[in-house]
């Protein structure tokens, strides 16, 4: 199973995926904005492949994008977040997680 995780975090995207193009638009909007960045690409590759490794537990997650736009609530942390990460303007994690014991009680 770890190999075949490891693989997958091989071919993942990662924190910088993007086009050039992309990653000029996104710096504008911070220029413009006057905005810094509080994390760099490998802060950020070592946060999103924490994530991914967790087997039992996925948190929730949303983002507000540079432009304004912010995201729905979400739980996959493979190639749903918002590559690239620099366009983040702030990230909210969700840190609820229903115990299988507590799930087990209720249908008794």
């Known amino acids: 199973m770890s190999k075949l995780l490891g693989n997958a975090m091989n071919n993942a995207p990662l924190a910088d995926t993007g086009t050039s193009d992309e990653k000029e638009k996104i710096r504008?909007?911070?220029a413009r904005r006057g905005l810094s960045g509080a994390a760099n690409n490998?802060?950020?590759n070592e946060f999103i492949s924490f994530m991914r490794q967790q087997d039992e537990w996925r948190p929730s997650y949303r983002f507000k994008w540079v432009n304004g736009h912010i995201s729905?609530?979400?739980t996959e942390w493979w190639y749903?977040?918002?590559?690239p990460l620099m366009g983040?303007?702030?990230?909210?994690i969700g840190l609820h997680q229903e115990r299988q014991e507590a799930a087990s009680?209720?249908?008794r």
């Open 28 to 30: 504008a909007i911070v």
């Open 42 to 44: 490998t802060k950020w």
């Open 72 to 74: 729905r609530w979400d």
């Open 80 to 83: 749903h977040l918002p590559f």
């Open 88 to 92: 983040v303007e702030w990230f909210d």
């Open 105 to 107: 009680s209720k249908t």
